[in-house]
């Protein structure tokens, strides 16, 4: 899973999943805080939160086009640094007056522009690191990898952004609208983190660093010879062909904070026993994903592959302690994770692959021993509340990227992998079942109230459980694949702006989320459900119409 990538990949990954950890803690209370200190109604604060997302997609673009012409890795350094200045401004209370509003205004854009510079030509010095020859068939499993790293950055970071705000009105004495700056603080010493990453595995990706002039017109000059005009044109139309189905992609997959959220809230059971219970602690979530992780680790074959193994364990045990909070001795969660964490930094030092073995299977035994325990002690109920099902989405991607990467490593070794486009067109149809399923599942249902929100029945929280996970492996089948695609097929001298598009379709499709919410109340479930399955295989049909286009730059 892990063996045979390029060195920079993990310290360009670990970069950006600082950098997404704290744009998630900040984005998960940001709407609410909007409410709370300035007092505004739903509406104008959901204008500018959805104007900001807007951005925050759409400025890849020129970030792009400036790092095709000032070089990448300048713009990403730059691009830190002025999301650091954005964070930092949303940090400090300035009440609810005019300069309070202009200051967060200006923060807003900073960040917005921060991330236009840093995110997109992040992901192009990614691409670059497969440019040779013996990592070029690892191309697609790298960008899964880089992606899980993202989302495990996503499944913390409400956690911590609840908590620390806890700290802050019951320690700190902070009022509830101050608070909410301390969430966006996180985001600065996450950016931190982030930076000092960088800097310090700089000689893993110094290959992709921006080069000198001479190197710049050497490679130029090279671009031009192998790259004719006509071909620059073909690759270009095709890219911008799979931007068109990446639209209608994100308007259906993002609508886990939109109409799916509303389901949840009107139709999902409040409460959840027995094992349907333990799906809504995030601690049970953790605990498989380690056992997915130690049953890969049990059947690798050298230690190279183990240090990235312990490495993603003490990583993911120290976030399992900020999750707790703060270490108690009393608490056996906590000394557990100490010791996952120990473990995992030790066994980077070790030279045996039978010490790993060994340790893999104390990891599923430890987990395993966790969730049996949690189980048989567990009495009663939980209540399901609508946000918590925005906690399956992060937890399955990281789950479920070494299995995505075993099955299409499988398929390599008899060639038979298809390639990015034709994983791209399954995205789109897997995504199709998971409305379909909705559908069904909606059959009877009442119509919602358009008006008044209420509860409307009792349905199972696993149907929308399932309908995550169905998503989930839509979204492995297009994401990463298809950023994968754009680092590959773009012209050299267009590639910045080419995945700046990728951002820009995504920026679209999530302007596009809104329509079927506004069907909501205004016809059946099944209704909306159907539009949505419709346009996900209406797009599948699409690109398998012009897949042999594709397959052909692929």
């Known amino acids: 899973m892990f063996n045979g990538q390029p060195k920079g990949l993990w310290t360009l990954a670990l970069a950006n999943t600082g950098e997404r950890f704290g744009y998630y803690t900040m984005l998960a209370v940001f709407i609410l805080f909007l409410q709370e200190n300035f007092s505004w109604s739903s509406g104008q604060a959901g204008l500018v939160y959805s104007s900001f997302l807007m951005c925050v997609y759409f400025l890849p673009l020129f970030g792009g086009m400036a790092a095709d012409k000032w070089g990448y890795s300048k713009m990403v350094t730059i691009g830190i640094f002025i999301m650091f200045i954005g964070y930092l401004l949303l940090s400090i209370p300035m009440g609810a007056n005019t300069v309070a509003i202009v200051a967060m205004a200006a923060a807003l854009v900073l960040v917005s522009l921060g991330t236009g510079l840093f995110k997109g030509n992040l992901q192009v010095m990614v691409g670059d690191l497969y440019n040779a020859a013996e990592y070029a068939d690892k191309r697609d499993s790298g960008f899964s990898l880089f992606y899980m790293l993202i989302n495990v950055g996503a499944l913390f970071a409400p956690t911590a952004a609840v908590k620390i705000m806890e700290w802050g009105q019951n320690s700190l004495g902070f009022s509830k609208a101050d608070s909410y700056h301390l969430a966006f603080a996180v985001a600065c010493v996450s950016l931190i983190a982030s930076i000092l990453i960088y800097y310090l595995g700089k000689s893993t990706f110094r290959q992709v660093l921006t080069p000198s002039k001479a190197q710049k017109a050497a490679q130029k000059a090279e671009a031009v010879e192998e790259i004719s005009s006509s071909e620059t044109k073909e690759r270009i139309i095709c890219l911008v062909l799979v931007y068109l189905v990446v639209i209608f992609f994100w308007m259906a997959f993002h609508q886990n904070g939109a109409t799916l959220t509303y389901f949840a809230r009107d139709y999902v059971a409040k409460t959840a026993e027995g094992v349907t219970a333990m799906e809504f602690d995030v601690m049970n979530l953790v605990c498989i994903i380690l ?22 364990l003490s990583l993911t045990a120290l976030g399992l302690l900020i999750y707790r909070s703060k270490i108690i001795e009393q608490d056996t969660i906590n000394l557990v994770a100490v010791i996952m964490a120990v473990t995992g930094i030790f066994c980077l030092r070790m030279d045996k692959s039978s010490y790993g073995k060994m340790i893999s299977a104390l990891l599923i035994f430890i987990s395993s021993g966790i969730l049996l325990y949690k189980f048989y002690t567990f009495e009663g109920y939980v209540n399901v509340e609508a946000p918590l099902f925005q906690q399956f989405n992060p937890c399955f991607v990281v789950a479920l990227t070494p299995v995505s990467i075993a099955l299409f490593g499988w398929l390599a070794s008899k060639g038979k ?22 559908t069904f599942s909606s059959i009877g249902l009442p119509a919602p109230d358009p008006d008044t929100p209420q509860h409307l029945a009792d349905v199972s929280p696993n149907i929308l459980v399932s309908t995550y996970l169905i998503l989930t492996f839509a979204e492995l089948l297009l994401s990463p694949i298809g950023i994968s695609f754009v680092t590959k097929v773009a012209p050299p001298k267009y590639r910045g702006m080419m995945m700046g598009g990728w951002f820009v379709s995504t920026a679209i499709g999530n302007f596009l989320v809104s329509i079927p919410t506004l069907l909501w109340g205004k016809t059946e479930l099944t209704v909306v459900w159907g539009v949505l399955m419709g346009i996900c295989l209406l797009a599948a049909l699409f690109i398998f119409s012009i897949i042999k286009k594709l397959n052909k730059v692929a």
């Open 417 to 438: 992998e298809p390639k990015a486009p034709v994983k791209i067109g399954l995205g789109m149809l897997v995504a199709a079942v998971a409305y379909l399923l909705m």
């Open 291 to 312: 056992i997915v992780y130690g049953l890969f680790g049990l059947f690798q074959n050298s230690q190279t592959k183990y240090k990235d193994f312990f490495t993603m």
